[in-house]
T-cell receptor, first 113, second 114 residues
Framework: GAGVSQTPSNKVTEKGKYVELRCDPI?????LYWYRQSLGQGPEFLIY????????DSGLPNDRFFAVRPEGSVSTLKIQRTERGDSAVYLC???????????FGPGTRLTVL | AQTVTQSQPEMSVQEAETVTLSCTYD???????LFWYKQPPSRQMILVIR??????QNATENRFSVNFQKAAKSFSLKISDSQLGDAAMYFC???????????FGKGTKLSVIP
């Protein structure tokens, strides 16, 4: 079946702009995760959804970052007033349940000029 | 809370040979899982192997196997008969059972020499 998909693949924006990154999980997966991967580092956890609700958003760096999953499937990560330090690859993953293996999408590379 | 150390930033192996990538971790969880993920230049994280910490038997997946030493908190990955397609960044990641956060190391870049 189809894997996790993310759009756009690449996003270039200017400092101060608003961006939205989209994640389509594997069909039937109830758990969805966002990670951020800075250059030369491993991914870092941002937020976890179980169904429609954000079960843990402790990894979000500040209040400029917000994510939603209104129907328990597609999720959108929203970043307001982007800063150059937000430049990174944003990875989305999904799993059947919270204890199952996480499967990752190809990521969105965000570049803030 | 979990921490992960991958002490080899880069490794290389001749095609068809065997290579071992190291990983040590620390965790406060009593029950947890351990993963190795591979990230080729395409960016997509691909699951290589999964180990349940309560299992004494080391996990294997075709050419990939692990040496899991629970007391030493060591979780190394062995790749046998290395192929050109194995070239990638490899990340070790523990996750507490019932938790959901994967904690990734900084990765090891593996090059395969034809």
């Amino acid at each position: 079946g189809a894997g996790v998909s993310q759009t756009p693949s690449n996003k270039v924006t200017e400092k101060g702009k608003y961006v939205e990154l989209r994640c389509d999980p594997i069909s039937g997966h109830t758990a969805l995760y966002w990670y951020r991967q800075s250059l030369g580092q491993g991914p870092e956890f941002l937020i976890y959804f179980q169904g429609t609700g954000a079960a843990d958003d402790s990894g979000l760096p500040n209040d400029r970052f917000f994510a939603v999953r209104p129907e328990g499937s597609v999720s959108t990560l929203k970043i307001q007033r982007t800063e150059r330090g937000d430049s990174a690859v944003y990875l989305c993953a999904s799993s059947l349940t919270v204890t199952d293996t996480q499967y990752f999408g190809p990521g969105t590379r965000l570049t803030v000029l | 809370a979990q921490t992960v150390t991958q002490s080899q930033p880069e490794m290389s192996v001749q095609e068809a040979e065997t290579v071992t990538l190291s990983c040590t971790y620390d965790t406060s969880e009593s029950d947890y899982y351990l993963f190795w993920y591979k990230q080729p230049p395409s960016r997509q994280m691909i699951l290589v192997i999964r180990q349940e910490a309560y299992k004494q038997q080391n996990a294997t997946e075709n050419r990939f196997s692990v040496n899991f030493q629970k007391a030493a908190k060591s979780f190394s990955l062995k790749i046998s008969d290395s192929q050109l397609g194995d070239a990638a960044m490899y990340f070790c990641a523990p996750a507490g059972a019932g938790s959901y956060q994967l904690t990734f190391g900084k990765g090891t870049k593996l090059s395969v020499i034809p």
